[in-house]
């Protein structure tokens, strides 16, 4: 199958409001354009993407498209308008009449590299990250307390308190629903980092996908959103794949009630042989034997305590304005912080302004602005005046609902046999937003049965696109999140997988090399005693086959 000249590279040089400007003119195709997105690896506690990137160069020289060197070279005097970092930029595939986003994000800091030199190159080289980039960086500043919330409903208010958000969202249904949330966070924290405590305590995932209709879509599974959801991956076929039947004269070949002519399938379920490359097939990886769950029990107050003092008068100067950002520590013991809900709007004795710090002398507090404190799930930040003619030492306290957290409760299972054949191999599942020690328990009896014995599995399986229509229309296709068979006679490997992860190269002469990460069916398989169900359902499958 070919692709020539398929591919194109957009970038929004006026800003994410302006239009896309085509530079595919300038890409050099003697170099790759690489992508990887997903999740990479295949521990069982990876269950958020990191940051996927996009690599490709620009020619540089006087024979690019302006004829300009330079062209390509921020802060030159011939540097291309708009082209810097931060823009954002896309890949797409044009095939059979159609767009296939591919994938999307931001050039960031250190993502333009010059070749430079009178013999150089003279080229530029450009780096590309996705939305989990900005996952990465983000640092959320002081989050709303919520209570019973899902992994989902706590990402989406992740991402709500992030300035640059994705293009698309698509939030599925969990089993979890969390106590609380956000009582977890210190004064700051990354947006990553409270998307894997959601992930990690439902046992979902987090990704960015692309499809037909979304150049970046960020998702959430719930534990059983792959397994529960049918999952016949039928894929369609590039119309010159989807013709008749001929004969080697040419002619249409008849059905046999001469009604009519026999027609290719217009879709597929991509089921083929001898097509992988040389993958990656590991037995025994990830082998645990002894796992340990860590649930973190609540206690939520039933009344107001003071939960943040300022311990010693501040000075605040005449006319001046001074920003109090205070921590919420447990009254009953003052050194351990802890979180709350319900604040009280200040009352007049949660604060005072006096012209000694002892609270002696003339009583300023007629001249002390509280304002509106704004009230977080970790602390308090208040924005103060002294609106008066005289300098004064002033004391604030908020009161609110204390949520304690206990002391973590740690359990474990093990298998005596494995540990005896292969010694002890120890997993912790550390579920921040867990409160219910018996659910910990139920997920780590789990995990056990998936990997206390070595198995034989696929983590990566590469093919290339060029090969075959099948292998065009499941790379133009599947992405994350998507559910199929393979086989390969040499491993012995044949069961389910679901691409986790994706790799691929556009090569020169637009050959597509790809390859995806995956993970056995089996270990998104949930059947909890406590449930007393299995939390499976039979589907149909989407079959790889290979020699």
Not at 153 to 177: G, H, R, S, W
Not at 186 to 213: Q, R
Not at 331 to 348: E, W, Y
Not at 530 to 545: H, K, P, R
Request: hydrophobic share 35%.
């Amino acid at each position: 199958m070919t692709c020539e000249n398929c591919f194109k590279i957009e970038m929004q040089l006026a800003g994410t409001a302006g239009a896309w400007t085509d530079v595919s003119e300038d890409v050099l195709r003697p170099d790759n354009i690489s992508v990887s997105y997903g999740i990479r690896e295949q521990s069982p506690l990876a269950r958020t993407a990191s940051t996927g990137t996009m690599f490709f160069s620009l020619d540089n020289s006087e024979i690019n498209s302006a004829g300009l060197i330079g062209y390509y070279s921020p802060g030159h005097i011939n540097c291309r308008t708009g082209f810097k970092v931060g823009i954002t930029v896309r890949l797409s595939i044009e095939y059979d009449g159609k767009t296939h986003p591919k994938f999307y994000g931001r050039i960031p800091e250190k993502g333009i590299t010059i070749a430079t030199g009178a013999t150089g190159l003279r080229k530029v080289y450009v780096e590309v990250r996705d939305f989990m980039e900005q996952c990465s960086i983000t640092d959320i500043e002081t989050p709303d307390f919520v209570e019973n919330k899902t992994s989902a409903e706590i990402q989406a208010l992740v991402i709500a308190n992030q300035d640059i958000k994705p293009l698309a969202t698509e939030y599925n249904t969990c089993e979890e629903t969390f106590a609380t949330g956000f009582d977890t966070v210190k004064s700051t924290t990354k947006s990553i980092m409270e998307m894997n405590k959601a992930n990690l305590a439902e046992l979902g995932y987090s990704y960015v996908k692309h499809d037909i209709n979304n150049y970046e879509k960020f998702t959430v599974d719930g534990r059983m959103t792959r397994t529960n959801t049918p999952s016949t991956t039928m894929v369609p076929m590039p119309t010159d794949a989807t013709g008749y039947v001929l004969q080697e004269n040419g002619f249409k070949i008849k059905l046999e009630n001469g009604l009519g002519f026999i027609k290719l399938n217009a879709e597929t379920s991509i089921s083929f042989e001898d097509i992988a490359l040389a993958g990656e097939v590991q037995n025994g990886n990830n082998l645990y034997n002894y796992i340990q769950g860590i649930a973190y029990p609540r206690q939520v107050g039933t009344a107001a305590e003071i939960l943040f003092k300022t311990n010693t008068a501040f000075p605040i100067n005449a006319g001046e304005t001074v920003t109090i950002k205070g921590t919420y520590t447990d009254p009953l013991n003052q050194t351990n912080s802890i979180s709350a809900k319900a604040m009280l709007p200040p009352g007049t004795a949660d604060y005072w302004m006096n012209a000694n710090r002892d609270k002696t002398g003339a009583n300023l507090t007629a001249n002390f602005n509280i304002g509106t404190p704004s009230f977080y799930a970790n602390n308090v930040i208040y924005n103060v005046t002294n609106t008066g003619t005289a300098n004064a030492y002033a004391y604030v306290q908020a009161q609110g609902t204390a949520v304690r957290a206990y002391d973590p409760v740690i359990s474990f299972v093990s298998d005596a046999t494995s540990i005896a054949t292969h010694g002890k191999h120890t997993l912790n599942l550390d579920m921040k937003l867990q409160d219910d020690p018996t659910v910990a328990t139920a997920f780590i009896t789990t995990m056990l049965s998936q990997y206390k014995d070595p198995v034989t599995r696929a983590e990566v399986l590469p093919y290339y696109a060029n090969r075959s229509p099948e292998l065009l229309a499941a790379f133009l296709y599947l992405d994350i999140g998507a559910r199929f068979t393979a086989v390969e006679y040499v491993s012995g490997i044949s069961g389910d997988y679901f691409i986790n992860g994706v790799d691929f190269a556009i090569l020169p002469g637009d050959i597509i090399n790809f390859s995806w990460h995956v993970k056995s069916s089996s270990y998104d398989t949930f059947a909890f005693w406590y449930l007393g169900v299995v939390g499976q359902s039979e589907v149909g499958q989407t079959t790889f086959v290979g020699y």
